[in-house]
């Protein structure tokens, strides 16, 4: 077990002491072993969605928690594959991909297509697969940020995923026809018995001002997840927030945008970083679909972020972290200990609900 307190050093204190008096934490529905049977058993998910996500509960190192660690490459498509492996370039092979999910304990890994097709017999009995259906691509020229099926639902089911991913760009102009689109695949998903993961991303060039990135808002990523929870995603995949009133900087006499109460900003959330998650959460309706952080990209101290990540979300209330990069572009040991490392969070008892 990691030392989690030396790690995140000064924030220490701050991040294991905070006691959340925005959203309390009795009306947060906590990750726990029976959290299927709680939670999901009592919607409209048909008992091959609760097998199926049931599995991916109880895999890899933090089977029975009720949390989730799983690692998402699909970056070889969203960020182009020379600019994600170059680091490393062994995870060009898609063995290496799933080999690193399986030795770093995690509970599912998040592909493409391509990836997981290639080596479904041998491992989807192994590991829970998640199939990401639609992705960005970065070859067209000029660039553009939208979203396109590069899979069907019918496709990840006959490769024996337990679990479908896709993307929407909340905020872009092409968002009304993504959420239609994904919409309709979750809806096929759940009828072929495989649970539904969403990565809520904003985007929008307007919500990136001179002085903040509000792309990253607890705000307007709240709104966003609100709206992926309302497609029935499971799961909902988003950044972790780092600042707050995108609503109030976009919304201008001369333009108006938006609707908001101020009580967003006085009563349901403060500056604190595990307050901000926690109105993430009360999104995913009050976490009854849970939410999990991504780790972010690859950096200098990738132990030390992933962890602290990990402490915002655990005691916000979330589910669990998706982390890619932080992994995979080092060699496998390296990324094994990272991904072990956030395990580690939750399965400490010492870190709690806030």
């Known amino acids: 077990m990691v030392n989690i307190q030396e790690l995140l050093g000064p924030d220490a204190k701050s991040l294991l002491e905070h006691t959340c008096t925005t959203i309390p934490k009795e009306s947060i529905y906590v990750p726990s072993p029976d959290f299927v049977d709680r939670v999901f058993a009592l919607s409209d998910r048909t008992p091959q969605v609760l097998r199926s996500l049931h599995q991916m509960f109880n895999t890899g190192r933090l089977a029975g928690t009720g949390y989730l660690s799983i690692l998402p490459v699909d970056q070889g498509i969203e960020h182009s594959a020379g600019a994600s492996f170059a680091p490393n370039p062994a995870y060009f092979d898609p063995e290496n991909i799933v080999k690193l999910a399986i030795e770093g304990g995690c509970n599912a890994v998040a592909s493409t297509l391509g990836v997981l097709g290639m080596m479904s017999r041998k491992y989807a009995h192994r590991i829970p697969f998640v199939l990401k259906f639609n992705h960005n691509e970065f070859l067209s020229h000029p660039n553009t940020y939208d979203e396109t099926f590069f899979a069907s639902i019918k496709q990840a089911y006959d490769m024996g995923a337990v679990a479908v991913g896709a993307t929407v760009y909340f905020g872009s ?33 307007a ?25 029935e995603a499971d799961i909902i995949k988003q950044k972790l927030p780092e600042n707050n009133g995108g609503y109030l900087a976009l919304n201008t006499k001369e333009s108006p945008y938006g609707k908001i109460d101020k009580k967003v900003y006085s009563e349901l959330t403060t500056d604190h970083p595990i307050d901000l998650t926690r109105y993430q959460v009360a999104n995913c309706y009050m976490g009854r679909a849970g939410l999990i952080n991504s780790g972010g990209p690859s950096g200098k101290n990738d132990i030390a972020e992933a962890v602290r990540t990990a402490v915002i979300n655990k005691r916000a209330g979330g589910m669990g972290l998706i982390s890619g990069r932080k992994a995979f572009q080092r060699p496998m040991a390296e990324g094994v200990g990272i991904l072990n490392a956030i395990q580690d969070v939750y399965l400490s008892k010492d870190v709690t609900i806030a």
């Open 207 to 231: 919500f990136k001002t001179p002085e903040k990135d509000y792309h990253v808002s607890a705000d307007l990523t709240g709104q966003a997840n609100h709206l992926g929870v309302t497609i």
């Open 173 to 205: 102009a092409e968002s009304r026809r993504q959420l239609w689109d994904v919409s309709q695949a979750f809806q096929a998903a759940h009828e072929m018995g495989m649970g539904t993961i969403l990565w809520c991303y904003t985007r929008n060039n």
